[in-house]
């Protein structure tokens, strides 16, 4: 049974930083892509950013670029998002979900990934 817990949420100023982390158990991830989805309220899902687990590749959607980092620790299952300066539209229940043998290309999408942690919440003030 895969399991995906997520940390880190909290509150945060315009322009600060805070660092997700999603501990994964259950399988051998090596062959995953590991991604970051989040939602506002009265919003649908979007993806955030996205890993292979080797940390060979790394995807962004084009509003996290240059702010948001992706990273993994294999020894630890544990992935990363490091977001710095935070805008108040960063405000979101942020996802952890581990993709099992799909393709590098579909990793933007929601229906590519199997297994998805509880959230975390966070939220930007102004």
């Known amino acids: 049974q895969v399991q995906l817990v997520e940390s880190g949420g909290g509150l945060v100023q315009t322009g600060g930083s805070l660092r997700l982390s999603c501990a994964a158990s259950?399988?051998?991830?090596?062959?995953?892509?590991m991604g970051w989805f989040r939602q506002a309220p009265g919003k649908e899902r979007e993806f955030v950013a996205a890993i292979t687990w080797s940390g060979g590749s790394t995807k962004y959607a084009d509003a996290m670029k240059g702010r948001f980092t992706i990273s993994g620790d294999n020894a630890k299952n544990t992935v990363y998002l490091q977001m710095d300066d935070v805008k108040p539209e960063d405000t979101a229940v942020y996802y952890c979900?581990?993709?099992?043998?799909?393709?590098?290309?579909?990793?933007?999408?929601?229906?590519?990934?199997?297994?998805w942690g509880q959230g975390t919440q966070v939220t930007v003030s102004s």
């Open positions: 979900a581990a993709s099992q043998g799909r393709a590098w290309y579909s990793s933007n999408q929601l229906n590519s990934y199997d297994y």
């Open positions: 259950g399988r051998t991830f090596s062959r995953y892509i």
